[in-house]
């Protein structure tokens, strides 16, 4: 699986963006999606995860309540939507996939920058 993240740029505090990562293959559909987040000189973080089914969804209590993740199968694609956006959002979000229930996540997007302004 190939995961390309797209959708970061540059907002002022209590704006909004939509993060894509979208994947290719056919098997999409079994994987377990997550959106992570690295700031300069800190290590990388949780941000929120979707189930395969879709049906199931974590967040970081960072980010519960101001972000929503989601996915659409016949689409291949996994968005987290951030709203209500804070100066300490600013990072690179990654999106990654395990598949079913594996413990670790597989596969790594390139990264898109998050950059919110104060």
């Known amino acids: 699986v190939q995961l390309q993240a797209s959708g970061g740029g540059l907002v002022q505090a209590g704006g909004s963006l939509r993060l894509s990562c979208t994947a290719s293959?056919?098997?999409?559909?079994?994987?377990?999606m997550g959106w992570f987040r690295q700031a300069p000189g800190k290590e990388r973080e949780f941000v929120a995860a979707?189930?395969?089914?879709?049906?199931?969804?974590d967040y970081a209590d960072s980010v519960k309540g101001r972000f929503t993740i989601s996915r659409d199968n016949a689409k291949n694609t996994a968005y987290l939507q951030m709203n209500s956006l804070k100066p300490e959002d600013t990072a690179v979000y990654f999106c990654?996939?395990?598949?079913?229930?594996?413990?670790?996540?597989?596969?790594w997007g390139q990264g898109t920058q998050v950059t919110v302004s104060s």
């Open positions: 990654a996939a395990k598949f079913l229930d594996s413990v670790y996540y597989d596969y």
């Open positions: 293959g056919r098997t999409f559909g079994y994987y377990n």
């Open positions: 979707i189930k395969w089914t879709g049906g199931s969804t």
